[in-house]
C-alpha cells in the first residue's frame, strides 16, 4: 500500500492500520509504531471518514425510510389462546 499525501512511511502506514483493524487505541498504536499521539489520532480520524464515507455510498436506502412494529423471531409476551 503507498501513502498518499502523508510524511509517513509506507511501513508506519501499515502498522497503524492493523493496529486500527485490531481495535488497539491511538495513543497505544502511537507508542508502538513511533509517532506521537496526535498523528495517530488523526490517523485513526481519517481512516473513520474514509470508512463512513464509503458506507454512504453503499446504503441501499435513500432519504425517508418507514419502518413498522412487525417483530420477527424471540419469545411471544402475554398469554396466549
Same mark, same amino acid.
Given at each position: 500500500m503507498t501513502s498518499r499525501r502523508?510524511?509517513?512511511s509506507n511501513w508506519k502506514v501499515q502498522q497503524l492500520l492493523?493496529?486500527?483493524i485490531a481495535e488497539v487505541t491511538a495513543r497505544r498504536a502511537a507508542e508502538?509504531? !513511533?509517532v506521537s499521539k496526535d498523528t495517530a489520532?488523526? %490517523?485513526y480520524r481519517k481512516i473513520r471518514g474514509v470508512i463512513a464515507r464509503r458506507l454512504k455510498q453503499e446504503t441501499p436506502?435513500? !432519504?425517508e425510510v418507514e419502518i413498522d412494529e412487525s417483530? %420477527?423471531?424471540g419469545?411471544?409476551?402475554g398469554r396466549r389462546g
Open positions: 502523508t510524511k509517513l492493523e493496529l486500527f508502538r509504531v !513511533g489520532a488523526l %490517523f436506502f435513500a !432519504g417483530y %420477527f423471531g419469545s411471544c409476551k
